[in-house]
């Protein structure tokens, strides 16, 4: 008879190898999936991407251009400060020496005043409220001690200003880098994104940016813009003979621009000052909210944190420095969230 002996159970030792084994199996599928390249993102997707890092790239620019004309301005008050300590010094030490004469013709005459020889040994500043109040020294000696009170404090304010300017530089040096860094990154960051693309499918990038402009340019044709008057007159024929100049961040002019580096350009053409950065232009001038009311030359601002500036060019059209990859352009403005405009 046939032998119906039960088949033996593996091992402990068995049935550990094969779950461990199954685990393994597992894993390995799981990191095979995760490895599989994914899906090629559409040249819309691309665009989109590309979009959203020049707009972040832009704005980071805006805060480099703050940082940047807060640097320089720093720099020019500690200089400032920096020359009138040094004046103050040499007029500190004019004064020590007219006290030094003063006791020396005490001395040839047969002895230094009590008051005189305290100040050359120490600051005067706690002697001579005491001494005042005692009637210990002259009023010629008095008046000296107090000039000279006056101007160590004087000095030791100053220096304190300058340290504490000095800090702030140096805090804004740091953030200058850091916001460079971040512009190049989002930059390097959308050349990578368009380098993925093939070559039709950035020639149709390419067609469809130029169709911007050139929607722009025939709606300003149309509305025959009339040139504008006085100084917004001026600043905006400055910019349109800027059109096709390319846009590089942190740029203001002759010949490539960032967007208020543009406006700020187009303006100091005109005989006019007005702040480096878009946020900063956006408080000066009488402020405009509807676009019927705006004049061509003005401000017109874009976006909810004022990142970006153009000059109005009439039609609803407007004259800016678009973004990297970009030129000068005329550009309808209803491709960006129109926030108001600024009369100068």
């Not at 390249?37 to 020049?54: H, I, M, R, T």
């Not at 500043?125 to 160590?152: C, F, M, P």
């Not at 813009?225 to 349109?240: D, H, K, L, S």
């Amino acid at each position: 008879m046939a032998s119906h002996r039960r088949p033996k159970k593996p091992s402990r030792a068995r049935a550990t190898v094969l779950t461990t084994a199954a685990a393994a199996a597992v894993a390995i599928s799981a990191q095979a999936a995760d490895a599989a390249p994914s899906a090629k993102p559409s040249k819309d997707e691309v665009k989109s991407k590309v979009d959203k890092l020049y707009e972040e790239a832009e704005q980071a620019t805006e805060k480099y251009n703050g940082a940047k004309e807060k640097q320089e301005q720093l720099q020019k008050e500690i200089s400032t400060i920096q020359d009138n300590v040094a004046r103050g010094q040499q007029e500190l030490n004019k004064l020590r020496d007219g006290i030094g004469s003063m006791a020396a013709g005490q001395y040839r005459s047969g002895g230094i005043d009590p008051s005189i020889q305290l100040f050359l040994s120490s600051d005067p500043d706690d002697y001579l409220d005491r001494a005042s109040t005692l009637n210990q020294v002259s009023g010629q000696q008095a008046d000296a001690l107090k000039t000279i009170q006056d101007k160590q404090r004087q000095l030791a304010q100053q220096r304190a200003e300058a340290t504490a300017k000095l800090k702030d530089l140096a805090a804004t040096r740091t953030e200058l880098g850091a916001k460079k860094k971040e512009v190049q990154g989002k930059l390097a960051e959308a050349r990578h994104l368009l380098d993925s693309l093939t070559a039709k499918e950035k020639a149709d990038l390419e067609t469809a940016e130029q169709g911007r402009a050139t929607r722009g340019t025939d709606r300003a044709a149309i509305g025959r813009i009339t040139p504008g008057t006085g100084r917004a007159g001026a600043a905006f024929a400055a910019a349109q003979s800027k059109i096709g100049s390319p846009y590089v961040y942190t740029h203001t002019g002759p010949s490539s621009f960032d967007c208020s580096g543009l406006t700020s350009w187009a303006y100091a053409q005109a005989g006019v000052t007005i702040p480096r950065t878009s946020e900063a232009q956006a408080t000066i001038g009488q402020r405009i909210y509807s676009q019927s009311q705006l004049q061509v030359g003005d401000l017109v601002f874009f976006y909810g944190d004022l990142h970006h500036v153009g000059l109005y060019a009439g039609n609803g059209t407007v004259l800016h420095a678009p973004h990297s990859g970009a030129f000068v352009r005329y550009e309808a403005m209803g491709d960006m969230p129109f926030q108001f405009g600024v009369r100068v």
